[in-house]
C-alpha cells in the first residue's frame, strides 16, 4: 500500500507544484480496517486553485489511480475545505476521525464542525439510505445472490452512520464494524444478529449461499429503523 501510495504523491507533487497544499489518505485504509475486497483507499487532494488547467493535469494520473481499484481523489482548494463543513459535515468528520497525512501541512484536524448541521445530515442520511435500501430490496427479494449482496454492500454505509448516531449521543466508537454494531445494540436496543451476519458474510467467515437474506432482512431494516428515531429524538 505505501508504495503505490507514494507514487502517488509523487505524481501529484509533480503536476501540481506549489499548488499541491495537502494530501491525505482517509477512511478505513487510514486506520487499518481496510478490506481488500470492499474497501478503497480514499485520497483527499487539497489545491491552492481548481481551473480547468488542474482538472486536466489531473486526468492521467486519476486514471491510473481508478484503473488500480479506487475512485478518484477528491479534489478541493484550500478554502472549499474551511468552508464546506455545514454542507459535509459527516464527510470531514470521518476525515478528522480516520486520517493520515501524506504530503504537506494538515488542513483538517482543525475544522469544527457546527452540531445542528452534523445532527441533521445524520438523520438526512440514515433515512436516504434506508429508502433506498427498501427500493432496492424490494426487486429483489426472489433472488437471494442479489438481494444478499445488496446488504453486505450496505453494511458498510450504516456502520459508518451509527458510529455518528452515537456520537451525537455522546458515545466515542473506534471505526471497528463489529464494535460500533454492539454499541448500537447497547444504545439504540437494535438486534444486533442481522448485522453480524452481515459481517461474517463480508469478512468470509461463513459462506454466502449458507445465510438466508431474507430471513434477516426485517431486523435489519427495522434496526436502521430504531437507529433513525433514536436521532430524530436528539435535541435539533
Known amino acids: 500500500m505505501d508504495k503505490v501510495l507514494n507514487q502517488l504523491v509523487e505524481k501529484l507533487e509533480k503536476a501540481f507544484g506549489d499548488r499541491l497544499v495537502s494530501v491525505v489518505l482517509y477512511g478505513s485504509a487510514a486506520d487499518g480496517d481496510h478490506h481488500a475486497k470492499y474497501s478503497d483507499f480514499n485520497v483527499l487532494c487539497v489545491l491552492s486553485t481548481i481551473t480547468p488547467r488542474e482538472l486536466g493535469e489531473s486526468s492521467d494520473i486519476f486514471r491510473w489511480w481508478r484503473e488500480l481499484g479506487s475512485p478518484s481523489p477528491l479534489l478541493l482548494t484550500e478554502q472549499e475545505v474551511a468552508t464546506s463543513t455545514d454542507c459535509f459535515a459527516i464527510e470531514f468528520l470521518d476525515i478528522q476521525h480516520q486520517h493520515r497525512l501524506l504530503s504537506g501541512k494538515d488542513v483538517v484536524s482543525s475544522l469544527v464542525v457546527d452540531r445542528s448541521f452534523y445532527r ?88 454466502p449461499r449458507d445465510v438466508d437474506p431474507v430471513t434477516l432482512l426485517a431486523g435489519y431494516l427495522e434496526g436502521v429503523g430504531k437507529v433513525i428515531d433514536a436521532v430524530d429524538r436528539l435535541e435539533k
Not at 448500537?184 to 458474510?201: M, S, T, W, Y
Open 120 to 207: 441533521a445530515q445524520v438523520e438526512h442520511d440514515l433515512r436516504a439510505k434506508l429508502l433506498r435500501l427498501r427500493q432496492k430490496a424490494s426487486g429483489m427479494l426472489s433472488d437471494a445472490d442479489l438481494l444478499r449482496r445488496l446488504l453486505v454492500d450496505s453494511i458498510s454505509t450504516f456502520c459508518v452512520l451509527f458510529r455518528h448516531a452515537l456520537a451525537l449521543s455522546g458515545i466515542e466508537v473506534a471505526a471497528r464494524k463489529r464494535e460500533i454494531i454492539g454499541r448500537a445494540r447497547d444504545q439504540f436496543g437494535i438486534d444486533a444478529a442481522p448485522f453480524e451476519k452481515l459481517l461474517e458474510i463480508r469478512e468470509e467467515r461463513v459462506k
